[in-house]
């Protein structure tokens, strides 16, 4: 079974500070990562999808990516109230249609 | 935003009756799947489709099958409901990977049916 695994969190940041989110994932061909937001009781929304090794940045989020380590992170700069929601990882299996979610890591942005 | 519509948004029904969502999309893409989203477990894929009359299973499909007659539209049907499936239902829509007309491969949702099966 693969499997992408994240820390439930919550994650508590202050305003203006780095919050750092971070996932791994089991398959090890998987080629295509994406961050979702998911305010409460809506639906995921994309962030950002990152395909190859490095950072990737797009305004305030950095996503990171680590095919050896088997890791994705994604960093939000000068973080705001606004941000405050569940963050979802999620993995294209390699070969596959499927997309598998991690579990999400909420996080609250303390004003 | 994407064109994707579902309905119902919200239904309560009986254990043991049948039960249908329909997912519809105007956005003309290949990849149409159904999750189920509880709490502790994160989204979890139950079947997609990759054309009409394309399907496979996810990671939780018993208990539901699918039907996909039209590109645009994706049915997910719970054959006798259990309340081990009460849940929000969510469908999603892909146009496939990087380089097939320009899509990069994401998951666009639709807004979700709070599905309680009593």
């Known amino acids: 079974q693969k499997e992408v695994e994240q820390n439930s969190g919550p994650l508590s940041v202050p305003e203006g500070a780095i919050a750092s989110l971070n996932c791994t994932y089991s398959d090890r061909g998987s080629q295509s990562f994406f961050w979702y937001r998911q305010y409460s009781g809506k639906s995921p929304e994309l962030i950002m999808f990152i395909y190859s090794n490095g950072d990737k940045e797009d305004g305030r989020f950095t996503a990171q990516l680590n095919k050896a380590s088997q890791y994705v992170s994604l960093l939000i700069r000068d973080s705001q109230p606004s941000d405050s929601a569940t963050y979802l990882c999620?993995?294209?299996?390699?070969?596959?249609?499927?997309?598998?979610f991690g579990t999400g890591t909420r996080l609250k942005v303390l004003a | 935003d994407a064109g994707i519509t579902q309905s119902p948004r919200h239904k309560v029904t009986e254990t043991g009756t049948p039960v249908t969502l329909r997912c519809h999309q105007t956005e003309n893409h290949r990849y149409m799947y159904w999750y189920r989203q509880d709490p502790g477990h994160g989204l979890r894929l139950i079947h997609y489709s990759y054309g009409v009359k394309d399907t496979d299973k996810g990671e939780v499909s018993d208990g539901y099958s699918v039907s996909r007659s039209k590109t645009e539209d994706f049915l997910l049907t719970l054959e006798s409901a259990t309340s081990s499936q009460t849940s929000v239902y969510f469908c999603?829509?892909?146009?496939?990977?990087?380089?097939?007309?320009?899509?990069?491969?994401?998951?666009?949702f639709g807004e979700g049916s709070r599905l309680t099966v009593l």
């Open positions: 999620a993995v294209n299996l390699a070969g596959t249609y499927k997309y598998i």
């Open positions: 999603a829509i892909s146009g496939g990977t990087t380089g097939r007309g320009g899509s990069t491969g994401e998951l666009f």
